[in-house]
């Protein structure tokens, strides 16, 4: 075999101190827009779980003509007294004796465990911290305000809105056109 007339076919140093100073460019550039992009779904994915389990308490109390209660829980048995902190979880369950906390005779309609590493949820509210459906698919109490918080832009956070009737809307800014301060 001859071996001379074989190419060399590698990089020179300069070419791959070059190749990689171009790559670390790039990756600086997208990174943080990628990061952000993530948040915006994690921001969009609970918002949307916590949209469908509004939705379910609404359709289950008209359903069974009860008052069906949503509120945070931790442990998924029972509603928390630091009710402004719903990341830790929430339940949704038939409240019979409408006192708005979970009695070992009412059932559990849906545990959901919360995402308090990914994003923080807060009730904006100070007088309505659950949500509870009357049979009639109203909502007790205000209007009240769901806030997801994000970690790394507050451009990606989202606030949803329950008014009485029970129906919930997504927003970017706090109903008063404020924007969505989760300090």
């Given at each position: 075999?001859?071996?001379?007339?074989?190419?060399?076919?590698?990089?020179?140093?300069?070419?791959?101190?070059?190749?990689?100073?171009?790559?670390?460019?790039?990756?600086v550039?997208?990174?943080?827009g990628?990061?952000?992009?993530?948040?915006?779904?994690?921001i969009?994915?609970?918002?949307?779980?916590?949209?469908?389990?509004?939705?379910l308490a609404r359709s289950?109390?008209?359903k069974r003509n009860r008052?069906?209660?949503?509120?945070?829980?931790?442990?998924?048995?029972s509603?928390?007294s630091?009710?402004?902190?719903w990341?830790?979880g929430?339940?949704?369950?038939v409240?019979?004796?409408?006192?708005?906390?979970r009695?070992?005779?009412e059932?559990?309609?849906?545990?959901?465990?919360?995402?308090k590493e990914?994003?923080?949820?807060?009730?904006?509210?100070?007088y309505?911290?659950?949500?509870?459906?009357?049979?009639?698919?109203?909502a007790?109490?205000?209007?009240?305000s769901?806030?997801?918080?994000?970690?790394?832009?507050?451009?990606?956070?989202r606030?949803?809105?329950?008014?009485?009737t029970?129906?919930?809307?997504?927003?970017k800014?706090?109903?008063?056109?404020?924007?969505?301060?989760?300090?």
């Amino acid at each position: 075999m001859d071996f001379r007339n074989i190419s060399n076919a590698g990089f020179t140093l300069v070419e791959l101190v070059i190749t990689l100073t171009i790559a670390s460019i790039i990756l600086v550039a997208v990174i943080p827009g990628f990061q952000s992009f993530i948040e915006r779904n994690r921001i969009r994915a609970s918002v949307n779980v916590f949209v469908t389990h509004l939705q379910l308490a609404r359709s289950e109390a008209v359903k069974r003509n009860r008052f069906v209660v949503l509120c945070p829980s931790s442990d998924g048995a029972s509603c928390i007294s630091d009710y402004t902190q719903w990341a830790k979880g929430y339940i949704v369950f038939v409240d019979y004796d409408r006192n708005k906390l979970r009695d070992n005779n009412e059932p559990l309609l849906k545990y959901y465990q919360g995402e308090k590493e990914k994003v923080t949820i807060y009730s904006s509210s100070n007088y309505r911290r659950i949500v509870a459906y009357y049979p009639s698919g109203m909502a007790w109490g205000l209007n009240t305000s769901i806030r997801f918080c994000a970690k790394v832009s507050d451009a990606n956070n989202r606030v949803v809105i329950i008014s009485n009737t029970g129906r919930p809307r997504l927003s970017k800014v706090m109903p008063d056109g404020r924007t969505i301060s989760c300090s």
